[in-house]
DNA sequence: CTAGCGCATTGACGTGGATCAACGCTGGCG
DNA sequence: CGCCAGCGTTGATCCACGTCAATGCGCTAG
């Protein structure tokens, strides 16, 4: 339940907004602008995109877009987790990112107007906000100011994609939780951190590319750089050390995607 | 040398335009239209985007961005291949992609005004277009349809990476390579081809993250599948059969990308 | 309290790929 | 003509990780 807590300024509303049967549209009305996707946005162009949002509930292990098939929607995440795979054709499937609240998906096949490349699935019961595709390209292409927020978003989400090619190619698992891990602290300069894990070790391991019994190994291995584990508790004694093994690049600091 | 005959209609022209010496402006005047990326504006738009634009040329292992350094320009290439990595804090360096004529690169980093996160370095002696960066900014910003454009290129490259990250998890070397050659094939209904390799193989090798060991073992392997090679010339006995052991999925074929 | 289930850990073993080293082939050059 | 450099191939060995199987631990339900 913890999870419901993340984004409590959003849940005060939403807890009003959705009655058991759905969405309320008019309470929807100063939702989109509280999206970090869309708060840079003149009023007027809110507007029109709440116009063709819609916010919806829906439960544990729901499908909210289908590998293969066509974009309707551009969901953004208000509550909850979704999980993105992309399954190959020989039926097997890799776990691509695992999205938090406030974060948005399907960006590109909705712009691309082509079949999504990811099947998008709720970790939990989720809410979300779902904005017609077609309304929003007609958006997107007469106004310049909604084309260039979603083209910084884009772009930010394809650099993300290059980082994770690269620690693909080139860091063991052990390295990658390491960066994880310290990505998880705010503080730049602590020496010494502890926070609980957003989601099970079995998702984890997945968003990490690998297995989970690795994962296992792989926190064993950061046991003599100073990292300890108590289930989802996760203490850091010693944040200099593990940067050396793992290095959080100049490169991957949030600032910088 | 073959390369440089790869999109003969614009060799043409920059022979001409191209002395030993440079750059010549005037001539640069239709150069943005024929780009695949821009040919779709209207010509006020591409005038705008050519009065910021620069051809040059630059001899073989040349490095147009530096990993880490601010973007200056949006480069389009049009002769000679270059390849894109990604170096991680250690110092090794994965190779991410690599790029053909009247492709660009280094969008997403213009776009957000974040440093490079890879380093482009020219594999051979290379021809191309620098469109300068806050310049394209600066139309991006109040032109729709350059936005537009430029969205739906991002989004392809993301999903691009998308696609590279999932074969990363997923397949295998062997894998890998098959599904590159049947990308090579453009008859979709052939049952046997042939061809060259756009590039040696420890270029490929990178390309498809591995060794060049690794490379030759793939080879190898796909020998029993009708895959055959004489240096870079190769020919598919069974195309077919290959797919069978590495399906380029439905959502890998061009159209869909 | 205890039974039982699900998640997490640990061990044994197999595989893909990296690494290191040797060798062949080819093409340029003295 | 023979030498050498560069690329590609092959073999031996090692390491990271996947797989399978057994065990441990914390949780809830009875």
Do not use: W
Not at 117 to 145: F, H, K, N, S, Y
Request: aromatic share 4%.
């Amino acid at each position: 339940m913890q999870k419901l807590t993340f984004y409590s300024q959003i849940d005060h509303r939403a807890d009003n907004r959705l009655g058991p049967n759905g969405a309320d549209m008019q309470i929807t009305i100063d939702l989109i602008g509280t999206l970090p996707l869309f708060e840079r946005l003149e009023p007027s162009l809110r507007l029109r995109i709440e116009a063709i949002s819609e916010t919806i509930a829906v439960g544990a292990d729901h499908v909210l877009s289908l590998q293969g098939t066509m974009p309707k929607h551009l969901h953004v995440l208000l509550e909850g987790q979704v999980a993105l795979s992309s399954t190959a054709a020989d039926g097997t499937t890799a776990l691509v990112e695992v999205l938090h609240p406030l974060e948005h998906f399907v960006l590109a096949s909705v712009l691309t107007r082509l079949p999504y490349l990811m099947t998008a699935r709720t970790v939990g019961p989720c809410r979300l906000v779902a904005i017609d595709a077609e309304g929003l390209l007609g958006i997107v292409e007469r106004e310049a100011a909604v084309a260039n927020v979603l083209l910084h978003s884009v772009s930010r989400e394809f650099r993300t994609m290059v980082c994770q090619v690269r620690d693909l190619k080139l860091r063991t698992a052990a390295q990658r939780l390491g960066c994880y891990l310290l990505a998880r602290v705010k503080d730049g300069t602590a020496e010494r951190a502890e926070f609980r894990l957003p989601f099970d070790k079995g998702l984890l391991a997945a968003r990490l590319g690998c297995r989970q019994e690795n994962l296992s190994r792989a926190f064993a291995a950061l046991r003599s750089y100073g990292v300890e584990t108590h289930g989802s508790r996760v203490i850091l004694h010693d944040i200099p050390r593990l940067k050396a093994l793992a290095v959080p690049d100049e490169l991957s600091d949030p600032n910088v995607l």
